[in-house]
């Protein structure tokens, strides 16, 4: 009997297949995890990209109601990552602050601010208003931080550009315990086409609760 038992064979399969599960399970929810990162960053940049060119091509001017019209695009978007829950994205009309080139203060201005999102967080580059009368916006704006020499992207000439900086909360699929979450961030950039004038207009009249303002009041996710 005992002599037997030892040449048995039948169950070989299945212990090494219990010894190799746990690694392979490992490895498997490991590329699961970092499939799903890999498109949430897609994503996020996606929305940073969508924001800024929609934002951009609004015509002869822009209202608040564009800007509502922008951002419920956004809310609907990102509705498979829970983007109005974990998100906020920024953006920023920024052009010429107007004073002359030889001017210490010259540089750029963030003309106007709107935002969409209950995560709080706030511009890389000011609030605003940032640069109206002084040189905070000298160069541009940098990856995540106002330029800080030539290299900065800036508005083209007597023209401006919208700036879409979007920050989310990214929550682990399957291993929270290993990873913990993380802030996923984007930027994004685009020229404004067909609109001379840069003011942010309320032709409907729409109160300050309507409107998407930046402050802590105006955290939300619809």
Not at 40 to 59: E, K, S, Y
Request: hydrophobic share 45%; proline share 2%; charged share 20%.
């Amino acid at each position: 009997m005992a002599s037997r038992l030892l040449r048995e064979r039948t169950g070989l399969a299945m212990i090494e297949f219990a010894y190799a599960l746990p690694l392979l399970a490992t490895v498997g929810l490991a590329g699961t995890e970092a499939a799903n990162l890999a498109l949430v960053t897609l994503r996020i940049n996606q929305m940073a990209m969508l924001a800024a060119d929609n934002a951009a091509r609004v015509r002869i001017s822009m209202d608040e109601t564009d800007v509502n019209e922008v951002m419920v695009g956004l809310r609907f978007s990102g509705t498979g990552i829970k983007f109005g829950e974990r998100g906020r994205v920024i953006i920023s009309d920024i052009e010429s602050n107007g004073i002359a080139s030889g001017n210490s203060n010259a540089g750029y201005k963030i003309t106007w601010q709107r935002c969409f999102g209950a995560k709080n967080a706030v511009s890389a580059y000011g609030t605003e208003g940032t640069g109206a009368t002084n040189a905070a916006l000298k160069f541009g704006i940098g990856t995540r931080a106002p330029a800080t020499d030539t290299t900065g992207t800036i508005p083209i000439t007597a023209g401006a550009m919208i700036v879409a900086e979007v920050r989310y909360t990214y929550s682990p699929l399957v291993a929270g315990m290993f990873m913990g979450n993380r802030e996923l961030r984007a930027v994004q950039t685009f020229p404004v086409r067909d609109r001379a004038g840069q003011a942010l207009t309320n032709s409907t009249g729409m109160n300050d609760t309507a409107r998407r303002l930046c402050d802590a009041a105006h955290l939300g996710s619809t």
